[in-house]
């Protein structure tokens, strides 16, 4: 787990990514004891799945390698593709609990490694074991923590857990067969939230389990999130995203306007001549339709859909562009709809490569300059909306408009 803020490791990341705020969240949250009615719980943050593709949903064109024609696009980029459901969600919002739920250390016993599992027998008890050698393990109990809310995450379905997170496949890859486990641990991590300004949260290495018990080999460190702060759980990488941030971000509204001033702009196909046009996320995740624009990733030319120019002697999903006769991947161009990984309300102007994601400059250059966690060592940027790994010089390309003739 890559945990920020840890002073042993110099100070966390932090950035300047936007967020849409409750208006374009779907969250879980709970109202705290100062809300009057009709009023917003105090919200503590929120926490994004990034890069997220469900596992067995369908690829592009790209991603798997292929030419033959349209088809559907299966990533979240803004909503779980079987959509959000209860705790299972592609976002979460941390509000303030009606009752502090928080635990803090309080006893702590030195014991043999063998005598662990009966020393915590006590179900109520919440409690963390240390295995430090084979014979010595450190237990630490908990108390009740009237301060602090707690929130677990993990990929078990238990009462315990409040976001479950299941592993994403970058660029929607699927895993299959007896090989395909999950990484992600059953009780990934915990944050504890202050009741109290300035709210601090603070991420701690993995979740207490159905008997209130926490197995750790060695002890972790605590770490304070801060907006943008990046929690790899190993198998998904989650954004954290503080009240500041979503109080300067981009809305919903924001980006449907730029989608509709992007069309207002009537681009055209120099090809076929015919006129292009984003379609509204409202249809949810379709095949290109007729209108759709096309890329050419390496050079940023924007087309309507059309079947020439293939050159598989290059590769099975190599293309050549009828204008600059550059050869590279050809894929649709799909608006981001996760606000909350908008660092500005620009105008779409560029996409990742070579998934074809769209966003504004901005935010495009800071995501293709910011390795994301693969694994457990190495890390590679991403596109933000889909996880799919960047490629090309710059992991994304400027895109090319045609106006009208007229």
Known sequence: MVLEGNPEVGSP????????????????SSPGDDAQPGEEPIKYGELIVLGCCEEGGEETEAQRGEVTGPRAHSCYNGCLASGDKGRRRSRLALSRRPHANGVKPDVMHHISTPLVSKALSNRGQHSISYTLSRSHSVIVEYTHDSDTDMFQIGRSTENMIDFVVTDTSPGGGTAEGPSAQSTISRYACRILCDRRPPYTARIYAAGFDASSNIFLGVENESNVLQDGSLIDLCGATLLWRTPAGLL???TLKQLE?????????????PVGLSTLAFPSPARGRTAPDKQQPWVYVRCGHVHGYHGWGCRRERGPQERECPLCRLVGPYVPLWLGQ????????????????????VCSEKTARYWAQTPLPHGTHAFHAACPFCGAWLTGEHGCVRLIFQGPLD
């Open 13 to 28: 990341r932090t950035s300047d990514l936007q967020h849409p705020g409750s208006q374009s969240s779907c969250v879980l």
């Open 248 to 250: 300067r971000a981009p």
């Open 257 to 269: 306007a730029q989608r509709q001033e992007a069309n207002a702009a009537r681009p055209q196909c």
């Open 338 to 357: 996760e606000a909350g990984l908008c660092l500005d309300p620009g105008p779409p102007s560029h996409a990742f490569a070579p998934c074809g994601h």
